[in-house]
């Protein structure tokens, strides 16, 4: 399983509902990594999309405790354990975890890989996702260049769950 996130320089992802940067160029790359794969999602994260609708060309999945709650093209799970079963369908490296902070916590555990985009820039924010440069278990093993859109500069960072510094 992998997650996929933007952080800014505090690891934080959001404020209220917000996402903190809208970077054209880091949306390009979670289309292209997610796209024909599973993504795994809060309830809430759902609700932030246009629509909101289901992200194309994937099979979307949506944690929420309310049993009642549906969309079009969305498969709801009441449970990690209900997720799980649900997961257990797919290849382990077709599903994406995309958000947000609730789900993040939850599932980080479970995977092996975390693409991070780095956004150089600290806005006022609630929601956050574990600082992997503080955890010894998680390694940094592809960084790009930096990139920049409208002044801001950013970079893609891909973690890996191990050693590889050997
Ligand atoms: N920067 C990024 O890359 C990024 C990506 C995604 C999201 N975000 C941001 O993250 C924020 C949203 O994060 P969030 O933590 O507030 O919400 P969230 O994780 O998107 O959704 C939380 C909801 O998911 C459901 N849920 C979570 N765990 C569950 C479980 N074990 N069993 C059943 N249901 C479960 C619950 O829904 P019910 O209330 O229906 O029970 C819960 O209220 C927003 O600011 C958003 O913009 C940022």
């Known amino acids: ?35 024909g794969n599973v993504v795994v999602m809060g309830r809430k994260t759902f609700l ?22 549906s969309a079009p093209d969305v498969i709801a799970c009441h449970s990690l354990d209900e997720l799980h079963e649900q997961l257990a369908r797919y290849d382990t490296n077709t599903v994406y975890v995309i958000g947000g902070s609730s789900v993040y916590e939850q599932l980080l555990p479970e995977c092996d890989t975390v693409y991070v985009t780095k956004v150089d820039s600290s806005k006022p924010a609630d929601k956050f996702f574990p600082d992997l440069d503080k955890k010894e278990e998680w390694s940094v093993v592809c960084e790009s260049e930096e990139n920049e859109h409208n002044g801001t500069k950013f970079r893609f960072v891909t973690y890996k769950k191990g050693d590889f510094n050997e």
């Open 48 to 69: 932030t999309f246009p629509g909101p609708k289901a992200l194309p060309n994937r099979v979307n999945i949506v944690v929420t405790s309310d049993r009642s709650w």
């Open 1 to 35: 399983m992998k997650a996929i996130v933007n952080v800014d320089s505090n690891w934080a992802i959001g404020n209220g509902d917000s996402l903190l940067n809208y970077i054209p160029a880091d949306m390009k790359f979670f289309r292209e990594k997610t796209t």
